[in-house]
């Protein structure tokens, strides 16, 4: 039997957002957090209430960036 593809381009296609895995609360878009180490990688099953990118910098910015929620089965 084959082995499953799992090349990252194929593992990432799925990824909507990035959590920290130490912050409450803490998401990053996929822009802000796919070269960070040690995040956890979520699709859109893992934010069912969506999200918003917590990205800041120094002068106050966020990114604010709006994460995919889980679309409710009808």
Do not use: N
Not at 42 to 71: E, I, N, Q, Y
């Amino acid at each position: 039997m084959p082995e499953p593809d799992q090349s990252p381009a194929r593992s990432q296609a799925h990824v909507v957002a990035y959590k920290h895995p130490e912050l409450a609360g803490v998401l990053l878009c996929r822009e802000h957090g796919e070269d960070w180490a040690g995040l956890i990688p979520l699709s859109a099953g893992d934010t069912p209430d969506g999200g918003f990118c917590s990205w800041g910098t120094p002068d106050m910015h966020v990114c604010g960036r709006a994460l995919p929620a889980k679309k409710p089965r009808q």
